[in-house]
């Protein structure tokens, strides 16, 4: 048995060694791959809500001097260490008393493999704030590096003990032992925050291997790229790079070179013929290899990716990309999340990309430091055109450390097809001297800007008022505003945005324009149970919530910028046959690549209780061939009997199937929104009163004054009231409507009701057939007011009002409690408010939405439920008493719900309270920089004159 049993054994280690031999090919070629490439090993996590825990010691602030856990990479406010402080608070001053200036303590211990010993092993930080001191198992890793938002590395191969346990300790300065830093970074109008809000990660090489490549790739199919090696090579050798699609697909030939003996450096170069360009519109991307080789022996691969594109500034002309003139439509955009502070993740970067694109941008500034690498990737993968900024806000940094940065910032980013321009700081943040560094490390040579200033050719000049920017037209250059109509609130982005940018469009020297900013910067603060701080109106400018909330903004953007645009009226005449002029704003598409679906729909019933329409036909059809920059003609095949529907939708898609616009059409019919029924109407008269009864309704005049002084329905009282005229205009609004320039500060944000005297002249009851008609006539600004007590409890109001002179809001109100009302929903423009200069960005159609009050800045539900809508029909007030119906007989008038809630700081407007009101004028809105009169021919107040006449139906149903 003995035997037997070593026999087998025998035979097990033969099949067991057998076995390894037949499996050693696949291991082998495994072992190559992984030798000829970069190994990548996080220390740290990916990013945000993708950590790994931390050793950690702060030293002043929350949790001061105790070692405990932090996740990595974060910013350590929100890890409930040290202390939150906005910048501003600090401006100009290098090294202020009272700044939070905590540092923190890391540690970590981790391993890497015994076959790494023949690697070159660096440690590299994606982001540290600020100043930071790296050691690896108690030996410093180098010198201290200073600049926030930079990547930044460490070759450790001599420091690390392969195989075995190794200990990283880090120290990180939230402030920086250098003034130009802190003048740079941390005195700006953002939240400064503190610790390592990158990922940190080491990188495994081969002995000998590419550093880093830089390529520039021409539309007329000409590629170079720069490929660097990490040493001198002490031998000829050998590199080759091979270009694919992005199907897989080798393009070309394979470029080949040999690196001299004694370089660092090899230049590749060729001509590849029919290349997919890449532009904003059409982001094709190819992949390169490139093969480091001795002789025969493969010894590193790296690859990237790419797009062949070519930039030009053509003089007192504009920006060119592939020969192309385009214009920017962009915004600026912070790094940042609530929750996270500046530490992002891949799936956030990502998001962002895709909401610039929704709004139909094609620009991006990264204002005012580099963002995260996907960030770029996103860019260059959904297209978008993209300002990358060195960090710099009215400071600057010194020369010693501004070169490392600005060769950080380039040798990273200076592949990404999207990056277009570089910015050497903002608004007076730019140090002259680090101008021509940019070039040294971007074989593309792209323009330097100075945001704010006039650099290569393009003036960038900030928050222009509509006047300045025709004024900055006039000059012999091109002007792109890299930041214009600053938001604040539910102020600025859309309103005004359509007048200036059909300026902006229509001058041969203009290059577009960044609206400031894409969100909120409002800070999840971890010491106040989570409440979003956007330090006061500081860092409540965006288009967005800080969450990404869309405000009505948003959609005005999209639509304003949306680059098809059918021209029609929105009100279609009898005589329309289907065929609408459409204008192509593409640069490089056609709009036979796009699909438009288009369909006619009935609007149900106010009593039904529904939202939106009944679709009774739809149909999509292809876009008809119009060259980018050209008109042409949209043909529905129109039905014969599309006035038996009640409105057409036209819907743009893109070429990838995206939503471009949603326009949506009308025509002129007689439609009857609220009813009469059946039943007797009745009149009563006492010494003070009339009382008119209808079903259930029941009405009160008062005959000394003519006002409704009660309501019920049912027996139950309805606290309604009115109307009562309302016009207002703003505080330093003169008579004639100029403004007056020695008016007290901030009269321009406050909205003064115009005092008017109102007296009853006469009033008179009759029946006319089976209504009982009120009739009141005024002295004052009401000259008569007209109710017709229908039966069924149907009340018609015919009005007619005067006011001669300047307004920047009229029409007439009633007074309903706010805090009865719980939700409404009506026909018309929305769901978003608007603006007298804020009128795009909504679409006709049944809307509903419950109450809310959101304080700006502080609470982000969308879209809220007071303000103006526009072109409404009717509209249903659910409330604690009941409903109350609405129907106008007006088109293109508003529907006024409440009084807009600004901040609680009033930076925009104080407006008079008008309840429910019926209002032929509403205001417009300012920004956080200019007054409403400095943004434009919509934003102007009107002038009135001569009687206003209209019609109301209202009915009421009892809880």
């Known amino acids: 048995m003995k035997e037997i049993q070593k026999i087998d054994n025998r035979i097990i280690g033969w099949m067991v060694l057998l076995l390894a031999f037949v499996t050693i090919p696949?291991?082998?070629?495994?072992?190559?791959?992984?030798?000829?490439?970069?190994?990548?090993?996080?220390?740290?996590?990916?990013g945000y809500q993708d950590t790994k825990e931390w050793e950690f010691k702060i030293s002043g602030g929350r949790k001061a001097g105790e070692w405990s856990k932090i996740n990595v990479p974060s910013v350590w406010e929100q890890e409930g260490f040290g202390k939150y402080q906005y910048g501003i608070k600090f401006y100009g001053k290098a090294f202020p008393d009272g700044i939070a200036d905590e540092v923190g303590e890391y540690k970590y211990e981790f391993e890497i493999p015994k076959d790494w010993e023949n690697r070159?092993?660096?440690?590299?930080?994606?982001?540290?704030?600020?100043?930071?001191?790296?050691?690896?198992?108690?030996?410093?890793?180098?010198?201290?590096?200073?600049?926030?938002?930079?990547?930044?590395?460490?070759?450790?191969?001599?420091?690390?003990?392969?195989?075995?346990?190794?200990?990283?300790?880090?120290?990180?300065?939230?402030?920086?032992?250098?003034?130009?830093?802190?003048?740079?970074?941390?005195?700006?109008?953002?939240?400064?925050?503190?610790?390592?809000?990158?990922?940190?990660?080491?990188?495994?090489?081969?002995?000998?291997?590419?550093?880093?490549?830089?390529?520039?790739?021409?539309?007329?199919?000409?590629?170079?790229?720069?490929i660097y090696l990490g040493d001198a090579s002490p031998k000829p050798l050998q590199v080759q790079a091979k270009i694919q699609d992005n199907s897989g697909k080798n393009i070309g030939q394979i470029l080949k070179g040999t690196v001299p003996q004694g370089s660092d450096k090899i230049v590749l170069e060729g001509d590849f013929d029919q290349v997919k360009l890449w532009t904003a519109e059409t982001p094709n991307l190819y992949t390169i290899t490139y093969d480091l080789y001795d002789q025969e022996k493969l010894l590193h691969t790296i690859t990237d990716r790419f797009g062949f594109r070519t930039i030009e500034v053509r003089e007192s002309d504009g920006i060119y990309i592939n020969g192309q003139r385009i214009l920017m439509k962009g915004v600026n955009k912070h790094s940042f999340w609530p929750e996270s502070g500046r530490t992002l993740n891949r799936e956030l970067n990502y998001d962002a990309a895709r909401l610039i694109k929704e709004m139909n941008m094609n620009a991006v500034r990264l204002s005012h430091y580099p963002s995260d690498p996907e960030f770029l990737e996103a860019c260059d993968e959904l297209g978008l055109y993209v300002l990358h900024e060195l960090g710099g806000w009215h400071g600057h940094y010194d020369e010693e450390v501004g070169i490392g940065l600005v060769e950080s910032l380039v040798t990273r980013d200076v592949n990404h097809p999207s990056v277009i321009f570089w910015d050497n700081g903002n608004e007076g943040g730019w140090n002259t001297e680090l101008d021509d560094e940019f070039a040294k490390w971007d074989p593309q040579n792209r323009p330097v800007l100075h945001p704010q200033k006039l650099l290569s050719g393009i003036e960038t000049m900030h928050y222009r008022s509509y006047g300045e920017m025709q004024e900055y037209f006039r000059g012999d250059y091109i002007f792109m505003p890299t930041e214009f109509l600053h938001g604040l609130y539910d102020g600025g982005h859309g309103a005004?945005?359509?007048?200036?940018?059909?300026?902006?469009?229509?001058?041969?020297?203009?290059?577009?324009?960044?609206?400031?900013?894409?969100?909120?910067?409002?800070?999840?603060?971890?010491?106040?149970?989570?409440?979003?701080?956007?330090?006061?109106?500081?860092?409540?400018?965006?288009?967005?919530?800080?969450?990404?909330?869309?405000?009505?903004?948003?959609?005005?953007?999209?639509?304003?910028?949306?680059?098809?645009?059918?021209?029609?009226?929105?009100?279609?005449?009898?005589?329309?046959?289907?065929?609408?002029?459409?204008?192509?704003?593409?640069?490089?598409?056609?709009?036979?690549?796009?699909?438009?679906?288009?369909s006619l729909g009935k609007f149900y019933a106010p009593e039904s209780g529904q939202t939106g329409h009944s679709v009774l036909m739809k149909t999509s059809i292809k876009g008809p061939d119009v060259a980018p920059h050209e008109s042409g003609e949209l043909s529905l095949k129109w039905p014969s009997n599309w006035q038996e529907t009640d409105v057409l939708y036209v819907?743009?898609?893109?070429?990838?199937?995206?939503?471009?616009?949603?326009?949506?059409?009308?025509?002129?019919?007689?439609?009857?929104?609220?009813?009469?029924?059946?039943?007797?109407?009745?009149?009563?008269?006492?010494?003070?009163?009339?009382?008119?009864?209808?079903?259930?309704?029941?009405?009160?005049?008062?005959?000394?004054?003519?006002?409704?002084?009660?309501?019920?329905?049912?027996?139950?009282?309805f606290s309604f009231k009115g109307p009562r005229f309302v016009a207002a205009r703003r505080g330093d609004r003169t008579l004639d409507g100029n403004v007056d320039k020695d008016a007290d500060k901030g009269l321009d944000r406050i909205y003064k009701e115009i005092a008017f005297e109102q007296s009853l002249k006469q009033i008179q009851v009759s029946q006319e057939g089976e209504d009982i008609v009120v009739r009141t006539d005024f002295k004052g600004p009401i000259a008569n007011l007209t109710w017709h007590i229908k039966p069924g409890g149907l009340v018609q109001l015919d009005y007619a009002y005067q006011y001669d002179g300047v307004v920047e809001l009229v029409g007439l109100a009633f007074d309903?409690?706010?805090?009865?009302?719980?939700?409404?929903?009506?026909?018309?423009?929305?769901?978003?408010?608007?603006?007298?200069?804020?009128?795009?960005?909504?679409?006709?159609?049944?809307?509903?939405?419950?109450?809310?009050?959101?304080?700006?800045?502080?609470?982000?539900?969308?879209?809220?439920?007071?303000?103006?809508?526009?072109?409404?029909?009717?509209?249903?007030?659910?409330?604690?008493?009941?409903?109350?119906?609405?129907?106008?007989?007006?088109?293109?008038?508003?529907?006024?719900?409440?009084?807009?809630?600004?901040?609680?700081?009033?930076?925009?407007?104080?407006?008079?309270?008008?309840?429910?009101?019926?209002?032929?004028?509403?205001?417009?809105?300012?920004?956080?920089?200019?007054?409403?009169?400095?943004?434009?021919?919509?934003?102007?107040?009107?002038?009135?004159?001569?009687l206003k006449k209209g019609s109301i139906s209202l009915k009421f149903k009892a809880k």
């Open 26 to 46: 696949t291991w082998m070629s495994h072992a190559q791959s992984q030798k000829e490439q970069t190994i990548i090993q996080h220390l740290s996590g990916t």
């Open 496 to 598: 005004g945005l359509h007048d200036y940018w059909e300026m902006m469009r229509k001058h041969p020297r203009s290059g577009g324009g960044f609206l400031w900013v894409f969100a909120d910067e409002g800070i999840s603060r971890t010491d106040q149970d989570g409440r979003i701080d956007n330090q006061g109106n500081y860092a409540a400018d965006g288009i967005l919530g800080p969450h990404m909330e869309k405000e009505g903004s948003f959609y005005t953007i999209k639509e304003v910028w949306s680059p098809v645009m059918l021209m029609q009226e929105s009100v279609l005449k009898p005589d329309f046959d289907g065929k609408i002029l459409v204008e192509n704003r593409y640069d490089f598409t056609n709009l036979k690549d796009c699909t438009f679906e288009w």
């Open 120 to 226: 070159r092993i660096r440690i590299v930080f994606d982001g540290s704030m600020t100043d930071t001191e790296v050691k690896i198992n108690g030996r410093s890793a180098g010198t201290k590096h200073q600049g926030a938002f930079y990547r930044f590395r460490y070759d450790i191969t001599e420091l690390l003990k392969f195989g075995k346990k190794n200990l990283l300790e880090v120290t990180v300065s939230k402030e920086s032992s250098n003034a130009g830093v802190n003048l740079a970074e941390r005195r700006a109008d953002y939240w400064n925050f503190g610790g390592i809000f990158r990922p940190v990660f080491l990188e495994a090489m081969p002995s000998r291997f590419i550093e880093r490549t830089a390529i520039d790739a021409k539309a007329d199919g000409h590629f170079l790229s720069e």
């Open 651 to 717: 819907k743009a898609l893109d070429p990838n199937g995206e939503e471009l616009w949603t326009w949506s059409y009308t025509w002129d019919k007689t439609e009857t929104y609220l009813n009469a029924a059946s039943g007797k109407v009745d009149l009563t008269e006492n010494e003070t009163d009339y009382t008119v009864s209808s079903g259930g309704l029941e009405l009160v005049f008062d005959k000394k004054s003519g006002a409704l002084s009660s309501l019920k329905e049912s027996g139950k009282v």
């Open 816 to 946: 309903y409690p706010e805090h009865l009302v719980k939700s409404k929903r009506w026909l018309g423009n929305g769901p978003y408010r608007v603006w007298q200069n804020r009128l795009h960005g909504t679409k006709f159609d049944i809307w509903e939405n419950e109450y809310n009050d959101p304080i700006p800045g502080e609470t982000f539900d969308y879209p809220e439920f007071k303000g103006y809508f526009h072109d409404w029909r009717w509209a249903v007030f659910e409330t604690t008493e009941g409903e109350i119906h609405l129907s106008t007989d007006q088109k293109e008038n508003y529907l006024g719900v409440y009084t807009p809630r600004d901040g609680r700081d009033k930076l925009l407007y104080t407006l008079p309270e008008t309840g429910l009101a019926v209002l032929d004028v509403i205001p417009a809105v300012r920004n956080k920089v200019n007054a409403t009169d400095l943004v434009g021919p919509s934003s102007q107040a009107q002038w009135i004159e001569g």
